[in-house]
């Protein structure tokens, strides 16, 4: 089955810096790539997501990339909030429409 | 967006009794439902994929008598946690799948479960 890795599992940046987390998959048949942010307790939040035949998409400071022939994919958040702290996952899809998520990040960001 | 509820939204239970949860997407037909579990810190396994109608399909490692799943409507799947014990304790998470309209194929998640056994 598929295998995501996502890294790092904790990121600590200043307010107003840039974050980026990376995601690798395993399966070339993998299709569909969304990101999600997760509060303790809640529900996961689609942020972003990117399909195989785009390489870039942005929506304000978040953008996602896409490099499907080394098959890894990564979030940049820029301008760093204190309401950017959260969990991130990754997540990638496949023709049987299962999501396989990353490990998660926890991104905290100080004021 | 699709709307996705699930119901209790927090449970207590003494190990041993049984403990059932609700998806419901709420204004869209689903098809196909899925369920997670989320253990603190940690990220979502799939469990099983819920088909309307029919059998559902369980993820490797995960046992289907003991997580029992009905999916008897194209707006409810149930999940059913069968003599529960302490190591069941956890966040469960449905997602929806929508058939059509404007989020066609997407999956929309419901709010979790957090099930304590004691």
């Known amino acids: 089955g598929e295998n995501v890795e996502q890294h790092p599992s904790t990121l600590s940046v200043q307010e107003g810096d840039s974050a980026v987390i990376k995601c690798t998959y395993s399966d070339s048949a993998s299709n569909y790539f969304p990101w999600y942010k997760q509060e303790l307790g809640k529900r996961p939040q689609l942020i972003i997501d990117i399909r195989s035949n785009v390489g870039e998409k942005k929506d304000q400071r978040i953008a996602v990339t896409l490099n499907k022939t080394a098959k890894h994919f990564s979030l940049h958040i820029t301008e760093t909030q204190p309401e950017d702290s959260a969990v991130y996952f990754c997540?990638?899809?496949?023709?049987?429409?299962?999501?396989?998520f990353g490990a998660g990040t926890t991104v905290t960001v100080r004021a | 967006g699709a709307v996705v509820s699930q119901h209790p939204s927090r449970v207590i239970c003494k190990s041993g009794t049984s403990v059932k949860i609700e998806c419901r997407s709420l204004d869209f037909q689903a098809t196909t439902m899925f369920w997670y579990r989320q253990f603190p810190k940690q990220s979502l396994m799939l469990m099983a994929t819920?088909?309307?109608?029919?059998?559902?399909?369980?993820e490797q490692g995960v046992e289907k008598d003991k997580f029992l799943i009905n999916h008897a409507s194209l707006t409810l799947s149930t999940l059913t946690v069968t003599s529960a014990h302490p190591e069941d304790s956890s966040f469960y998470i449905c997602s929806a799948k929508t058939s059509g309209g404007n989020y066609r194929n997407e999956q929309f998640f419901g709010p979790g479960t957090r099930l304590t056994v004691l």
């Open positions: 997540a990638s899809r496949g023709g049987d429409y299962k999501l396989s």
């Open positions: 819920s088909n309307e109608g029919s059998k559902a399909t369980y």
